[in-house]
């Protein structure tokens, strides 16, 4: 059974093989991403987009370490505390 993807993502686009870097971003809906981070009661950030997208490129359970090597791998780096920030709220 497939893992569920996250909303706004184009899952056709997500796929990759356990483990291996996306070679590009997966087609994320930005606007459905803006709207459910604003639902959330949360502001719409660069950083917050940028770690969804890599979230959603990667699948599966992440920690905050692997998903700001990816970042960073797809030149988008940022600080260790803005992704975990932006995975905990």
Do not use: K
Request: zero cysteines; hydrophobic letters at 40%.
């Amino acid at each position: 059974m497939d893992a569920p993807r996250a909303a706004g993502v184009n899952s056709a686009d997500a796929e990759e093989p356990s483990g291996a870097w996306p070679a590009a971003a997966p087609t994320v809906d930005a606007a459905g991403v803006a709207g459910a981070l604003r639902d959330a009661g949360l502001r719409v950030t660069q950083p917050r987009l940028a770690v969804y997208g890599a979230i959603a490129g990667l699948g599966g359970h992440r920690s905050a370490d692997e998903v700001g090597r990816h970042l960073r791998h797809t030149g988008t780096p940022l600080p260790r505390g803005s992704v975990y920030n932006s995975l905990t709220r």
